[in-house]
T-cell receptor, first 112, second 114 residues
Framework: NAGVTQTPKFQVLKTGQSMTLQCAQD?????MYWYRQDPGMGLRLIYY???????DKGEVPNGYNVSRLNKREFSLRLESAAPSQTSVYFC???????????FGQGTRLTVV | GNSVTQMEGPVTLSEEAFLTINCTYT??????LFWYVQYPGEGLQLLLK?????DKGSNKGFEATYRKETTSFHLEKGSVQVSDSAVYFC?????????????FGRGTQLTVWP
């Protein structure tokens, strides 16, 4: 079982460049999430999608956009990367908003 | 607002020692409480949870009791193993307009030596 798969695992960007982080789940889950993890801080929610066709902002949405491409896939886009976006990004999914979230292995992004 | 405070690490223990990682929360109403574990190089995994006051969550020898009166959800294990070395995150989830959102503590690094 693959679970939640994120690509890429590592990425280095220059300030101002754009990129899209990909996430796919094979558990037929309805809800998907993007979190970021910074040193000395817990994970913070960037955006989430309660179900296919819907997206909502989390705690720290500025500088990001998301697309719920279909039930399986939920992408996170950085239009103009900034050093403050250097972080580890985790995608997660759950059957519903109230149920257990399953996390991917993370994408380590460095913006120089 | 919603927040979680957990004891700072790192925590270093010898194998078979007793473990406590403190966690307290701030939230209105009755949030659900969680402990997640992150092993090196991996994503987070749910370790245990409790959804109402006085509930005890347990898994793999770990336990935590939801204490409404002290707004706490401390993680305990009677005898740790080297394989328990990981980062542990306490988290909460409320209902209503924030349903589905997990609010995490900073994480506590645990290292167990043989």
């Amino acid at each position: 079982n693959a679970g939640v798969t994120q690509t890429p695992k590592f990425q280095v960007l220059k300030t101002g460049q754009s990129m899209t982080l990909q996430c796919a789940q094979d558990m037929n889950h309805n809800s998907m999430y993007w979190y970021r993890q910074d040193p000395g801080m817990g994970l913070r929610l960037i955006y989430y999608s309660a179900s296919e066709g819907t997206t909502d902002k989390g705690e720290v949405p500025n500088g990001y956009n998301v697309s719920r491409l279909n039930k399986r896939e939920f992408s996170l886009r950085l239009e103009s990367a900034a050093p403050s976006q250097t972080s580890v990004y985790f995608c997660a999914s759950s059957e519903a908003l109230v149920t257990e979230a399953f996390f991917g292995q993370g994408t380590r992004l460095t913006v120089v | 607002g919603n927040s979680v405070t957990q004891m700072e690490g790192p925590v270093t223990l010898s194998e078979e020692a007793f473990l406590t990682i403190n966690c307290t929360y701030t939230a209105t109403g009755y949030p659900s409480l969680f402990w997640y574990v992150q092993y090196p190089g991996e994503g987070l995994q749910l370790l245990l949870k409790a959804t109402k006051a006085d509930d005890k969550g347990s898994n793999k020898g770990f336990e935590a009791t939801y204490r409404k009166e002290t707004t706490s959800f401390h993680l305990e294990k009677g005898s740790v193993q080297v394989s328990d070395s990981a980062v542990y995150f306490c988290a909460l989830m409320r209902g209503g307009s924030t349903l589905g959102r997990l609010y995490f503590g900073r994480g506590t690094q645990l290292t167990v030596w043989p």
